[in-house]
């Protein structure tokens, strides 16, 4: 029957058939590389210096694979990465920060709860509200009067929020922590950046990919507002800080020591995240996922729901977000809102993605590491190219040297990121380590 089968089909392939794999040649040497210049950093800035960068690199690498998954796998652009950056940084902040007496020990959390009892209850009667075309009432009254009655609750329960947290400004500062370990505050931002972007998921992912982007930009814009402006929630421009590590700190075992232990942890949850990611894409559901990425019309045709699994990637890809600013915002010990930027927790983050390869998970680990690498020494390097011209021209030409080289060597980031991105897009437009297609015959 094996022998007919052969005959009959010259692209039969016996089942115990496996394709021979070639030796990693770019992967090896890349790596190495990147290696190289991760020991020189070391030899040059010392342990505690070059430590704390790969503490950072790591946490980065984990919002890359969120981003990865989302624009690799699925093709959704998100241009809004800092949004959910910030919401796990919130939620580190808020669960490990120890507990405010000041604002416990009072009435003020009654009646905190009883107002956003009063919101929930408002968010019912509107959503009831918009649905009263089923009851027979026509669109058009069903659209006027959810208008009306958003509006007029939404005025009365902010005016009631407003008197509540401003007695929490004037009482007690601002709500403080719950006391718990950091890593509960990573799991709770995670799966906060996710219920957010399942929500930011229904509304905008049937608009188109440059839509999707500016949609999400704006979006991220809103929470890093509302986080900035929510005074008695997270200090403001206050900041808060220090926020505890769940490994011990500087403190008991000193800057390098402390800094390797909180390394090995983000370590291991950038391996069991990358088993998970290898597996899911190798196995249908990421087969699937690709399916609709390249032809979407072909994978509806089959019968596949679209908008079901462009929404679980998408939501997948949040919750790493989320996952990793946690991580990131736990370490740097502070929680600052304005903190939070485009250009670092966006922009950074897509360079890391696009020099890596979208949708290879091993080269955006590699582009995280070396992106943020070159994003960091660019200013020390940079001061000491500043200070070798500078002393030239006093001795040769009689210069005076400038007053502010310390912030035009800080500015020299963004000249080397973009000389970088322009030179990956022009010579490896899919990355140094493309996505692998495998094509069965």
């Known amino acids: 029957m094996s022998n007919s089968t052969e005959t009959r089909d010259p692209t039969y392939t016996p089942r115990d058939a496996t394709p021979a794999r070639r030796f990693p040649?770019?992967?090896?040497?890349?790596?190495?590389?990147?290696?190289?210049?991760?020991?020189?950093?070391?030899?040059?800035?010392?342990?505690?210096?070059?430590?704390?960068?790969?503490v950072e690199a790591a946490c980065y690498a984990i919002l890359a694979l969120g981003l990865t998954?989302?624009?690799?796998?699925?093709?959704?652009?998100?241009?809004?990465?800092?949004?959910?950056?910030?919401?796990?940084?919130?939620?580190?902040?808020?669960?490990?920060?120890?507990?405010?007496?000041?604002?416990w020990?009072?009435?003020l959390p009654g009646e905190l709860g009883r107002v956003l009892l009063y919101g929930v209850a408002a968010t019912f009667l509107v959503v009831g509200a918009s649905r009263l075309d089923r009851l027979g009432v026509p669109r058009k009254l069903r659209t006027l009067i959810t208008v009306v009655l958003a509006l007029v609750l939404y005025l009365v329960i902010i005016s009631q929020l407003r008197e509540v947290t401003s007695q929490i400004q004037s009482q007690a500062g601002f709500v403080g922590g719950f006391g718990l370990p950091a890593w509960v505050g990573w799991i709770v931002?995670?799966?906060?950046?996710?219920?957010?972007g399942y929500f930011i998921g229904h509304v905008c992912l049937g608009l188109r990919s440059d839509y999707l982007a500016i949609a999400t930009l704006g979006?991220?814009?809103?929470?890093?507002?509302?986080?900035?402006?929510?005074d008695w929630l997270t200090r403001g421009t206050a900041t808060v800080s220090p926020l505890p590590w769940p490994t011990p700190g500087p403190a008991e075992l000193g800057f390098t020591l402390s800094r390797a232990i909180y390394l090995s942890i983000t370590a291991m949850v950038i391996a069991v995240i990358f088993f998970l990611l290898h597996r899911a894409y190798h196995a249908p559901w990421g087969r699937m996922i690709r399916a609709i990425r390249d032809n979407e019309v072909?994978?509806?045709?089959?019968?596949?729901?679209?908008?079901?699994?462009?929404?679980?990637?998408?939501?997948?890809?949040c919750i790493l977000m989320g996952l990793g600013g946690g991580m990131l915002g736990t370490f740097n010990s502070l929680f600052d809102p304005q903190g939070y930027l485009p250009l670092n927790h966006t922009f950074l983050v897509l360079v890391m993605v696009i020099l890596g390869g979208p949708g290879n998970n091993l080269g955006t680990i590699f582009g995280a590491v070396a992106v943020y690498i070159i994003w960091i020494m660019s200013e020390p390097l940079a001061l000491f190219v500043m200070e070798l011209i500078v002393s030239f021209g006093e001795g040769t030409f009689g210069w005076d040297a400038p007053n502010n080289m310390d912030s035009r060597a800080l500015q020299a980031r963004v000249l080397v990121i973009g000389m970088l991105i322009t030179l990956v897009l022009r010579f490896a437009p899919k990355g140094l380590l493309p996505e692998k297609i495998a094509h069965h015959g």
């Open 25 to 54: 040649v770019r992967e090896v040497v890349l790596f190495g590389a990147l290696m190289a210049a991760i020991l020189a950093v070391y030899a040059l800035m010392g342990a505690a210096y070059s430590t704390r960068m790969l």
């Open 105 to 107: 020990g009072t009435e």
């Open 298 to 317: 072909s994978a509806a045709a089959m019968g596949k729901d679209i908008n079901k699994r462009r929404l679980e990637i998408f939501v997948l890809g």
């Open 219 to 230: 979006i991220a814009e809103i929470i890093k507002a509302f986080l900035k402006n929510s």
């Open 69 to 103: 998954i989302q624009w690799g796998y699925a093709g959704q652009f998100n241009a809004g990465v800092m949004g959910f950056v910030a919401l796990g940084g919130f939620c580190a902040m808020l669960f490990s920060v120890p507990v405010n007496n000041a604002f």
């Open 189 to 196: 931002g995670g799966a906060l950046a996710g219920g957010v």
